[in-house]
């Protein structure tokens, strides 16, 4: 993995071509270029890392690394680590140059909320000599509670970074929240008002965003944005969209949410149809600028997209 660390700075500029002559790609992407001005995508060996400010990276052309091993990657089957296993994880993804640590879920354990503090005091203050310092985040619910508890946590990195969530697909608001979509809009927009109060980068994930209402979505998304989110992640939480899908969902959002120019868009790709990394690709040719992934894909089910895999489809 330490391979890894020279490229792991992804900027899209020249390698793999929106119009690749390789029939697989086509086949499986059919790709047609975005309304953006960028038509090709590869990894670039640039030796100065972009200026992030509020959720998105000076460079618009960069794709950040958002590396959920610790948290997501530990919801497969088998993969619960101790608290030292995961130190020792977040130490390497830094060596590996990652933007993002998720580094766990505070609010669930006094273990998990220790384990994060331990590692935004550590790593999360572990200024390289060219001045990189990964994002450290943590994971909470669209409550006070899990919201105050994830800052305590998360309050002496450098970088601190909420990744909030709340569900917007029918069926999980109907029988998971128990809540309206007014309610839902509600909870998220006032949510994300009281997270600004103590984060300055938040997080907004639609979750369950691939079989959601897309006229929901635009509506809820604009309000957490003008609420002020600064990164919104979409998941296809049950991993059942096609990379044509999935382009089109960021896509579709792209075009009909206000303000979604002024913030960076996250992917999120379940791996239950083994189409994790190949929508992930697909979620940047549509603009997404900022990738979810773990080590070997580890993750709930099936497993999440590959930060191998994606690098090496990048390069």
Known sequence: MASLCVNSIISLSTSLSLHSKNPLIHSV??????TTRHSAICCSNIRRRPEYKHGKFS??????????TLRDGEQAAGATMTSKEKLDIARQLAK??????????????????????????????????????????GLARS???????????????????????????DIHMKYKLKMSREET?????????YAKTLFEDVRFSTEDAARSDKEFLYHIIGEVIKAG???????????CHLPSEYTQLIS?????????????ISTHCHNDLGLATANTLAGICAGARLVDVTINGIGERAGNASLEEFWYLIV
């Open 29 to 34: 992407f059919s790709f047609t270029p975005s």
């Open 59 to 68: 460079d618009p052309d960069y794709v950040g690394i958002f590396d959920t």
């Open 143 to 169: 409550s006070k509670k899990d919201i105050e508890r994830a800052w305590e946590a998360l309050k002496y990195a450098k970088k601190p970074m909420l990744h909030m969530f709340i569900a917007t697909s």
């Open 229 to 239: 989110a600064t990164v919104i992640g979409l998941p296809d939480t049950v991993g």
């Open 96 to 137: 590996l140059g990652v933007d993002v640590i998720e580094a766990g879920f505070p609010f669930a354990s006094v273990a998990e909320f220790e384990l994060v503090k331990l590692i935004a005091q550590e790593i999360g203050n572990n200024v390289d000599k060219e001045g990189y310092v990964p994002m450290i985040c």
């Open 252 to 264: 579709d959002i792209k075009a009909n949410t206000p303000g979604i120019q002024d913030v960076n």
């Open 185 to 193: 809009v509600e909870t998220a927009r006032s949510m994300v008002t």
